[in-house]
């Protein structure tokens, strides 16, 4: 009996596809009426229909046409041959035109993947050369906390462009990453020997400033008379350089209390010949009241 177009069932329940002209035996359903038997395998038609229709979609939305056409070559190999009722010459006919589209989509994804990689790969050029900008600083000119902020952000660059951007040749990408590798450690070895050194002359201002605080309060038994010392010290003092902001005003507040001891001893004394003066003053001005007299006689 005919069922439609594309398939029939006869008198024994065996069932037919139609292709072109010819017709070919598909299966048996047993146990089933031919409209049930026929509608069994035009389900399976129906499913091959919606995975030719998926692989489309795949396409139209931009999957990547590599594997689409991998996916559709698998499908294609299913669809000839297949034990369904529909239109097979149809899906294959579909298949077809899909795979001349996915050519033609291959060779453009092709083109911007490699658009992109050369983007990434000057990119990550750019971060090397920011690097290696860094580390050609003269170390006595660079400020380190702001240098190592900066490399900082280039490492976060470079992380996020690996971990988010379009993967570059290894080759390349292991060339790129020695020099920046290269570039953080010179960074990193002038840091460290620019601190080396600042340390050492914090600890050698240090000594320096300890000592010339023992010496100025070695003055205070000479009172007054230590200030002349005591301003050779302070000169020795100012050219004594740097041992760190906290070490210094330290240092500093104790080295003062010392010259304040001097200072205050030179305006007690002041305070003493002023009062010696005053009272000498009035005696003389005592004598020359009792010396008016004989000058008028």
């Known amino acids: 009996m005919d069922a439609n177009p594309w398939g029939r069932v006869d008198e024994h329940g065996t069932v037919s596809v139609r292709e072109g002209e010819q017709w070919r035996e598909v299966g048996q359903y047993p146990d089933a009426s031919p409209d049930e038997a026929l509608a069994y395998f035009q389900r399976k038609y129906a499913d ?17 046409a590599n594997d689409v056409q991998k996916a559709a070559r698998h499908l294609r190999e299913s669809v000839v041959g297949a034990n369904a009722v529909g239109d097979l010459e149809a899906l294959l006919t579909r298949l077809d ?51 190592s902020a900066e490399l900082d952000a280039l490492f976060q660059r470079w992380q996020t462009a690996q971990k988010d ?32 050194e600042l340390d050492s002359q914090h600890k050698d201002a240090r000594t320096r400033k300890q000592a010339l605080v023992e010496r100025a309060q070695a003055l205070a038994p000479k009172g007054a008379d230590g200030i002349p010392a005591y301003r050779s010290l302070l000169d020795e003092w100012k050219a004594a350089g740097r ?29 003493a010949v002023e009062g010696e003066q ?7 001005r005592a004598i020359l009241e009792e010396a008016q007299p004989l000058l008028q006689v």
């Open 48 to 64: 091959l229909e919606g995975q030719v229709r998926l692989l489309e979609q795949r396409s139209r939305a931009g999957a990547s």
């Open 97 to 147: 035109a899909l795979g001349a589209k996915l050519e033609e989509l291959s060779a453009e994804q092709k083109a911007e993947a490699e658009q992109q990689t050369q983007a990434a790969i000057a990119d990550r050029e750019a971060i090397v050369a920011e690097a290696e900008a860094l580390a050609a600083r003269d170390p006595k000119q660079v400020q380190w906390k702001q240098a």
């Open 165 to 196: 951007g379009p993967r570059i040749p290894k080759s390349a990408g292991d060339a790129l990453w020695k020099r920046f590798r290269e570039a953080r450690q010179t960074v990193e070895q002038g840091r460290r020997a620019f601190f080396s």
């Open 278 to 284: 005053g009272e000498n003053l009035a005696a003389k």
């Open 243 to 271: 041992a760190g902001r906290k070490v210094d005003d330290a240092l500093w507040a104790e080295f003062k209390a010392a010259g304040d001891v001097l200072f205050q001893a030179k305006s007690e004394a002041n305070a």
